[in-house]
């Protein structure tokens, strides 16, 4: 239902603008997450945004670096990453909130299948 796009391989300091694309409508009266999952590691909440984009929530890591956008009559949100690092390489994947904390995985229940992000030093 959903569809991740944008990533690749990018050097320290650049930027990338991923898109999470909505075929089926459940961003819809929803918040919509980002989350990332590095090789080895458990998936990390990045940012999260509210339906009409009044509230945007950001990890301590991606602040200030990262800005979370959408629009609802396209059925997307974006993740504008700038200021790339090293250790932002992950697969990062949109998901459609549920309930609970914005925070956590288990609050999302739909998921796009992922794009990767490679940052190189």
């Known amino acids: 239902q959903l569809q991740a796009s944008g990533g690749g391989l990018v050097q320290a300091g650049g930027s990338l603008k991923l898109s999470c694309a909505d075929f089926?409508?459940?961003?819809?009266?929803?918040?919509v997450g980002w989350f990332r999952q590095a090789p080895g590691k458990e998936r990390e909440f990045v940012s999260a945004?509210?339906?009409?984009?009044?509230?945007?929530y950001y990890s301590d890591s991606v602040k200030a670096r990262f800005t979370i956008s959408r629009d609802n009559a396209k059925n997307t949100v974006w993740l504008q990453m700038n200021s790339l690092k090293p250790e932002d390489t992950a697969v990062y994947y949109c998901a459609t909130y549920f309930r609970g904390s914005y925070y956590y995985p288990n609050s999302y229940n739909y998921w796009g299948r992922g794009t990767l992000v490679t940052v190189s030093s």
């Open positions: 089926r409508r459940t961003f819809t009266n929803n918040a």
């Open positions: 945004i509210t339906w009409r984009g009044g509230s945007t």
